[in-house]
């Protein structure tokens, strides 16, 4: 698939995962893109915990419902009846999730290209979740991110080390489509900006 | 080109921009692939100054190569050294410099899928940069991202308001090749981790 169509055919899926099993070289061509990511000094400072275990999506998937509620109660009116009708994750009708974190200490202490801002580690990670998701989208599977989460729960969850950052809870998995159409503007909760009033020159 | 093709081609680009002009219908796609990147809550929270103005671009680099001699400070014996020998950034020869900003106050107060994580405005806006640079090396130009900086001086520069964090440099242009090995791995600085290395399966 051309690079351009996968770019603006990528989703952020949630309703469409059909449960069927993701082929294993797709996933390993998935996982091999996210690997070849950029990053801070050649940091690499992600890593990828697959999780497949029924137990341990069913328990995120009700600390997400939580948070869910949570973030409901912060919305009024018109807000609060779109968000109703919105689902916001696909747990545990999608295939597989992959949970990705950040190793701050990966490539330390002198990381070229770090010292004056930390968070480009954090930065480095979110491109490789950028490369997965595209390839994915090639592979015809979809992706949601779901991010209706506290981190220390995620943590305590999967065994992450305390010195180590949870950065994105990924379902993955084959679906029945990818609408043409974003999910949260499909659903009035808010339109896509235009792409020239996101340009300055020179100066802001 | 094939999206893995692009994955795997794409190199942090220093030393090899030519300093051609850009084609304007190809900035047009790169711009329009970052633009059409995942966001939380569809929030589009990032923002792009071209920068084109010779004294501008003088005058980042001038502080990046401040920057660069306070890391330098820091290493000792075969680090120092290796360093010294590496190419940080291409600011004055490359064709464009693209900077890409954060505004947490895009589409809120209340940003859906944000209230648990503050950060994943910022790392939406890391998504936008990956389409950008995916898309720029389909284009066969260079990306280098430029983190040797202080966010304040940047935000100065270009007179970006207090609000609107900067998040990369970005040198954009033609370029003599793609290394087929990352710069940091070819001058010894670090070598990639393999990829089994990070996987993990339902627990870290």
Redesign the interface.
């Known amino acids: 698939?051309?690079?351009?169509d996968?770019?603006?055919r990528?989703r952020?899926v949630r309703a469409e995962f059909t449960g069927a099993p993701i082929p294993g070289d797709a996933l390993d061509?998935v996982?091999?893109?996210a690997?070849?990511?950029?990053s801070?000094?050649?940091?690499?400072p992600?890593?990828?915990?697959?999780?497949?275990?029924p137990a341990?999506r069913g328990a995120f998937h009700a600390h997400v419902q939580t948070?869910r509620a949570?973030?409901a109660a912060?919305?009024e009116g018109d807000?609060a009846a779109r968000?109703a009708g919105?689902k916001?994750e696909g747990i545990l009708e999608s295939s597989l999730s992959i949970v990705v974190t950040y190793d701050p200490e990966r490539?330390g202490p002198?990381v070229?290209?770090?010292?004056?801002?930390a968070?480009?580690g954090?930065?480095s990670v979110?491109?490789a979740?950028?490369?997965l998701?595209?390839?994915a989208t090639?592979e015809r599977l979809g992706v949601g991110?779901v991010?209706?989460?506290?981190?220390p729960f995620l943590r305590r969850l999967?065994?992450?080390?305390e010195t180590?950052r949870p950065?994105?809870w990924l379902c993955v998995g084959p679906v029945a489509r990818h609408h043409d159409t974003?999910d949260?503007?499909r659903h009035g909760?808010?339109r896509?900006?235009p792409?020239t009033e996101?340009?300055?020159?020179?100066?802001?």
Chains 1, 2 share one sequence.
Do not use: K
């Not at 070229?112 to 801002?117: D, E, F, K, Q």
């Not at 996101?198 to 802001?204: M, S």
């Open positions: 698939m051309n690079i351009y996968v770019i603006h990528r952020d061509r996982l091999a893109a690997h070849a990511a950029p801070v000094g050649l940091s690499q992600w890593d990828f915990v697959l999780v497949n275990d341990v948070e949570t973030f912060t919305l807000a968000f919105i916001v490539g002198a070229l290209g770090r010292h004056a801002i968070d480009t954090l930065y979110c491109l979740i950028q490369n998701w595209l390839a090639a991110w991010s209706f989460y506290r981190e999967l065994g992450i080390p180590i950065v994105a974003p949260l503007e909760w808010r896509r900006r792409l996101a340009l300055h020159h020179d100066h802001w």
